[in-house]
């Protein structure tokens, strides 16, 4: 039995991580018309924090787009531990074709998650289906090209029902397919991650993961890092994997998938296109520069691949 006060605790990284991503919105790191309709408040955070979400965000995205202008506009995107992510109204904006755009988390999150879309016109605008009908329960919604479900990801049978074929979400496991997980595996136990992989690699014909979350969290500075996430009550279950680049991507090739790669995000922010970068780098004074770069020593972003044999996407060649 899972412990419900580290859940709680966990639940709870996803108000901080949307905090963060507010005020780093806010000074201009990025744009997002659609994160207010989630967080009203957010603290203003250390300078150090908002380029490491910038750095985040914008890995991530380059390596969706990458994914997507190569796989055409039936993709499906699948972001598990989503929290209250707005990345489906934001490549919506950027006029990006996908196909089914699915998102779980804990029925907790998703019901909240719910209850705030349901507000919203905004929110709810790029939702509607063809007869105009979006389907709520208290923990699901299901929309034309966008579905959210709540559910644990360390329980099989949850995940199956949810993402599996002939589920309320549509996915079609014959398509090309693109898992996200954000700060999410560290917090589930090894073996729970290993059935997750196994199941996503053994039934997705062409399949591409991107994960980003702590590496190097064995040396001094991840201690603290251990530390400061543990005094929330979050147990770190899953931080073996978060030891080292090839623990990273060791993960993914024992659970079945053809390869891997993985990048700190020293590398990652190096790979930004330098005008953006030379952009934000004026919106604030940055004094810690070493705090910085240990930042970015102690993030990355992995990503994993499995193809049919007989598929053409050639997903191992998406990189920075
Ligand atoms: C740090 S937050 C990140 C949220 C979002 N990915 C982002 O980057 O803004 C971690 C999220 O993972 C979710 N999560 C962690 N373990 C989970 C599990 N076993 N099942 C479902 N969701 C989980 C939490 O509820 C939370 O929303």
């Not at 506009?73 to 707005?86: E, L, R």
Request: glycine content about 8%.
């Amino acid at each position: 039995m899972e412990s419900i006060v580290g859940d709680e605790a966990i639940i709870a990284t996803n108000d901080n991580a949307s905090e963060c991503k507010r005020c780093a919105v806010q000074i201009g790191y990025w744009e997002d018309k659609y994160i207010n309709y989630f967080v009203r408040n957010s603290e203003r955070k250390a300078p150090e924090i908002n380029r490491g979400y910038y750095a985040r965000i914008k890995g991530i995205e380059l390596l969706i787009q990458k994914f997507l202008l190569k796989c055409g506009k039936n993709s499906q995107i699948i972001n598990i531990g989503a929290g209250f992510d707005t990345l489906y109204w934001r490549l919506k904006d950027e006029g990006l074709e996908f196909g089914n755009f699915v998102e779980m988390d804990f029925p907790t999150v998703t019901s909240r998650k719910c209850h705030l879309i349901k507000k919203s016109r905004v929110l709810l605008e790029k939702l509607h289906t063809e007869d105009g009908e979006v389907r709520f329960s208290s923990t699901d919604l299901h929309g034309s090209g966008y579905h959210l479900v709540g559910g644990d990801l360390r329980s099989l049978s949850e995940v199956k029902s949810k993402l599996g074929a002939g589920g309320e979400c549509g996915l079609d496991p014959s398509l090309p397919t693109l898992f996200l997980s954000e700060c999410v595996l560290v917090y589930m136990d090894a073996a729970s991650t290993g059935r997750l992989l196994d199941w996503i690699s053994s039934t997705f014909s062409a399949v591409f993961f991107i994960s980003y979350e702590q590496i190097n969290i064995g040396d001094k500075f991840g201690e603290v890092m251990q530390r400061n996430l543990r005094s929330r009550g979050c147990t770190l279950a899953g931080m073996e994997a978060c030891l080292s680049k090839e623990a990273q991507q060791q993960r993914f090739t024992s659970h079945g998938w053809d390869g891997s790669k993985c990048w700190d995000m020293v590398e990652v922010y190096n790979a930004l296109p330098q005008n953006d970068v030379q952009r934000i780098e004026l919106l604030e004074f940055l004094d810690e520069r070493e705090l910085l770069l240990q930042l970015f020593q102690h993030y990355c972003i992995t990503v994993a691949w499995r193809e049919a044999p007989d598929s053409k996407f050639d997903l191992s060649s998406i990189d920075f």
